[in-house]
């Protein structure tokens, strides 16, 4: 699995948290979203363009009118030639399943969305989702989702194979912790931002040492227009 992330050079990725049990998606885009270019924009397509399938949290879905989509014909016509489905498939990953079926991701028919939940949550979103049979729902944990379990779903039910995660940051975090991300791509642009009360790249829990931290090695880098883009991929250590 992949990591796609823009972050400011202080590290923030968005707007203050608003914690919240409610879900309010936002008719406009989170001012923070927007800190990006052009050309950070279109190479999120192109890494979409490349996968089998996106995963996002409930921020992300919320943060604005998010439909998690192709980009248009050129980079269907990238899937097309990579052997892909046209359009990639969605999963969204709520532990409580408050999630509003109004989140413009939930209004595209045209690939399978799965919401991936808890046991309380799975009754909830039933009762939310029935009307739209494209949205299915699914319980991985009792009381929390357990990423490892939906992964391997994902591999055994939908042949999902290369997988871009798009955040937010205690998704990203659990993740790492879960040691299924192979990959990162991510843009640092030239701002800071400041602040404690922001979400960064990887937020949550954490690891409790530096020894046990997700270790990557940088393999490309280059600079344009004052942004920095680069790839990560898992630094593997050697047997003894």
């Known amino acids: 699995m992949a990591v796609n992330m823009l972050m400011t050079a202080d590290g923030k990725v968005s707007g203050p948290h608003h914690p919240s049990l409610e879900s309010t998606p936002r008719q406009t885009m989170d001012p923070m979203s927007a800190f990006g270019s052009r050309r950070d ?10 996968m089998d ?43 409580s399943g408050s999630l509003s079926p109004d989140c413009k991701v939930f209004q595209n028919k045209k690939a399978p969305t799965l919401i991936a ?6 009754q909830l979103l039933k009762a939310t989702f029935h ?16 990423l490892r379990k939906l992964i391997a ?16 940051g205690k998704l990203n975090d659990a ?13 640092v ?22 020894p046990q931290a997700a270790s990557f090695e940088c393999t490309e880098y280059h600079c344009c227009d004052g942004e ?3 790839t990560f991929r898992k630094k593997h250590t050697p047997r003894p």
Do not use: Q
């Not at 924009?41 to 490349?50: D, K, Q, S, V």
């Not at 319980?139 to 929390?144: H, I, P, T």
């Not at 790492?176 to 991510?186: G, H, K, P, Q």
């Not at 009360?197 to 990887?202: D, E, G, K, L, V």
């Open 228 to 230: 920095m883009f680069s």
């Open 117 to 122: 939940t808890t046991t309380a949550g799975k």
């Open 131 to 146: 009307l739209k049979p494209w949205v299915e729902v699914r319980s991985f944990g009792k009381e929390f989702v357990d």
């Open 41 to 50: 924009h279109n190479r999120l397509l192109r890494i979409r363009a490349t």
């Open 153 to 168: 779903w994902l591999h055994e039910h939908w042949n999902m194979r290369r997988m871009v995660l798009e955040g937010g």
């Open 175 to 187: 993740m790492f912790r879960a040691n299924l991300v192979d990959e990162i791509f991510l843009t």
């Open 189 to 210: 642009a030239p701002l800071v931002y400041g602040g404690t009360r922001h979400s960064t790249m990887s937020d949550g829990k954490g690891f409790t040492s530096l």
């Open 53 to 95: 399938a996106i995963i996002c949290g409930r921020g992300t879905i919320e943060s604005g009118p998010i439909d998690l989509g192709t980009g248009g014909r050129r980079y269907e016509s990238m899937r097309a030639a990579c052997g892909l489905e046209i359009h990639p498939r969605k999963i969204i990953v709520s532990g």
